[in-house]
């Protein structure tokens, strides 16, 4: 006796994830996916995580089942801080769909660009949630990939006008620079700070992998919110005390705070905050739950993890779409019975 052969699983590329999904999809599909969340819905277990000999580098394992849509997968990234400067991502990776009716691999997909996209996509959800109205200046600490999508994200959330950056490295930030102000059309200026670049801002999105803090409390102008994509790790934070304390904080999962976040538990460790100072989660302000931000001078902060429901919107969205287009290779795997 045998098993019916099932559809090819659908293998897509880092260039075609990109043309795929869009910023502004994948902040809808991320609103309802916090949503979802929030209702109870769907499954988000903590990553699971190994460390390369000599701190060079980590391979994680992300699994999970998202509510609305359905999509069951996993992501299997690795994450190596020593591709900067190089032609390579720090994240690498692939995504792996799986239906729902028999367990069959439907598609595989380069986990670098939809991490990219979700990441930034998650960052333009909560800006949309809890910046001011009127934001228009803009501060992105970090160069990078994540630097890139940022920008993209905070301009669909936000009337964005100027532009400042910042990451060590004077090349990375004037190329940076350059090409985003040809890319989107709006002015973005290369400063010699994180300080330079904070004051002042209505937007603060940090993007980087310092291990230790790259924006001060002291440095946050009331009113100003703040994205922290760049730290994933219990270890490493980019935000001081200063700055966590003085914010009202919303986070994508609480468990994953308690958990993984740096930038939480750090500031908890020292006694300057507890758990307590985590207002709620991105899906309880979607489901009118939970209020946003309060009033015009406050400083809120969404604390960001990245979760594997997200990527698996994504990646869901991004295989309906290849189907529909008939874009990517597919090659038949799924084991049958004989």
């Avoid at 769907?42 to 394992?61: H, Y």
């Avoid at 009118?288 to 429901?309: Q, Y």
Wanted: glycine residues 10%; proline residues 6%; negative net charge.
């Amino acid at each position: 006796m045998s098993g019916q052969p099932g559809p090819d699983t659908l293998v897509l590329t880092q260039p075609e994830v990109r043309r795929l999904l869009p910023m502004r999809a994948c902040m809808d599909l991320l609103a309802e996916a916090f949503r979802s969340l929030g209702r109870g819905e769907g499954i988000n277990p903590l990553r699971s995580a190994i460390r390369l000999p000599g701190e060079r580098g980590v391979l994680g394992l992300m699994p999970g089942m998202s509510g609305s849509p359905e999509a069951l997968g996993l992501k299997v990234v690795t994450v190596f801080p020593g591709n900067h400067g190089t032609p390579y991502d720090a994240h690498q990776g692939l995504v792996v769909l799986f239906d729902t009716e028999f367990g069959l691999p439907t598609a595989i997909l380069d986990a670098s660009e939809v991490t990219s996209i979700r990441t930034a996509a998650a960052s333009g959800v909560a800006t949309e949630l809890l910046a001011r109205e009127d934001s228009m200046d803009l501060a992105i600490i970090g160069s990078g990939v994540q630097a890139r999508t940022h920008l993209e994200a905070m301009i669909e959330a936000r009337p964005i006008q100027r532009v400042r950056v910042y990451s060590p490295t004077e090349a990375n930030r004037n190329a940076f620079a350059d090409m985003e102000s040809a890319r989107q059309g709006i002015p973005v200026e290369p400063v010699d700070s994180a300080e330079e670049a904070s004051r002042g801002a209505d937007i603060i999105c940090t993007v980087t992998s310092s291990r230790e803090p790259v924006l001060k409390g002291e440095w946050i102008s009331p009113g100003t919110h703040i994205n922290a994509a760049g730290s994933s790790v219990k270890s490493t934070r980019e935000l001081d005390t200063e700055a966590v304390a003085g914010s009202r904080l919303y986070v994508d999962r609480r468990e994953s705070t308690l958990n993984e976040a740096g930038d939480f538990l750090f500031p908890k460790g020292e006694g300057a905050i507890d758990d307590s100072h985590i207002v709620g989660e991105l899906g309880e302000i979607l489901l009118g739950e939970l209020a946003g931000r309060e009033s015009e001078g406050e400083i809120t902060l969404f604390k960001s993890l990245g979760l594997a429901v997200e990527d698996l919107v994504s990646a869901h969205y991004v295989l309906e779409r290849a189907r529909e287009e008939g874009v990517g290779v597919s090659v038949p795997l799924g084991g049958l019975r004989h």
